[in-house]
T-cell receptor
Framework: DTGVSQNPRHKITKRGQNVTFRCDPI?????LYWYRQTLGQGPEFLTY????????KSRLLSDRFSAERPKGSFSTLEIQRTEQGDSAMYLC????????????FGQGTRLTVV | DQQVKQNSPSLSVQEGRISILNCDYT??????FLWYKKYPAEGPTFLIS?????DKNEDGRFTVFLNKSAKHLSLHIVPSQPGDSAVYFC??????????????FGQGTILTVHP
């Protein structure tokens, strides 16, 4: 399978716990994006990387959220001290760093904070 | 502020007929537009795109039309098939700086195609 892979697919956690999600992009893609989607809404941009550099972070990304892409390949998104409002689908996408190229999405990680 | 809007939450169409999904945007910096399809419990799947230098792009049963002056685009599916039933998202990106590729999505339109 050469698509974007996300793990885990589902995560249930208690409020206040930390969670970490992983994304493995398409191997030749140097751009990696994180989005969050809540019910009835479209995906909202959180942050993106070009290779290992984090180039932009949304104001939606509070200081409890941190993302890394240490070697320019896979990425992790960590949420510290989770809150019920963090419950959402977290989507990862990858693309080439070129104009007019589409992003390919993974299947997402569904987070439920109880 | 919602820079990309899909004002129809749902659309119901008979198999074989045309489905028309609409999208409006407010940011004049957007110059690349995409449509994604999403099934439940899956990530969005790329469908078709259009650059702002064009007003139409066609791929099989799918055609996207762009009206820059009205800041409006639409996706036409002809003929519609039951397997097209999904949520359709309009998305836009701007070429300026390093932000190209970062997508702003609409809220989505649920398309149901009845046999």
């Amino acid at each position: 399978d050469t698509g974007v892979s996300q793990n885990p697919r589902h995560k249930i956690t208690k409020r206040g716990q930390n969670v970490t999600f992983r994304c493995d992009p398409i191997s030749e893609h140097n751009r990696l994006y994180w989005y969050r989607q809540t019910l009835g809404q479209g995906p909202e941009f959180l942050t993106y990387f070009q290779n290992e550099a984090q180039l932009e972070k949304s104001r939606l990304l509070s200081d409890r959220f941190s993302a890394e892409r240490p070697k320019g390949s896979f990425s992790t998104l960590e949420i510290q001290r989770t809150e019920q409002g963090d419950s959402a689908m977290y989507l990862c996408a990858s693309s080439l760093a070129a104009l007019g190229t589409e992003a390919f999405f993974g299947q997402g990680t569904r987070l439920t904070v109880v | 502020d919602q820079q990309v809007k899909q004002n129809s939450p749902s659309l119901s169409v008979q198999e074989g007929r045309i489905s028309i999904l609409n999208c409006d945007y407010t940011n004049s910096m957007f110059d690349y537009f995409l449509w994604y399809k999403k099934y439940p419990a899956e990530g969005p799947t790329f469908l078709i795109s259009i650059s702002s230098i064009k007003d139409k792009n066609e791929d099989g049963r799918f055609t996207v039309f762009l009206n820059k002056s009205a800041k409006h685009l639409s996706l036409h599916i002809v003929p519609s098939q039951p397997g097209d039933s999904a949520v359709y998202f309009c998305a836009a990106s701007a070429a300026g700086g390093t932000s190209y590729g970062k997508l702003t999505f609409g809220q989505g339109t649920i398309l149901t195609v009845h046999p």
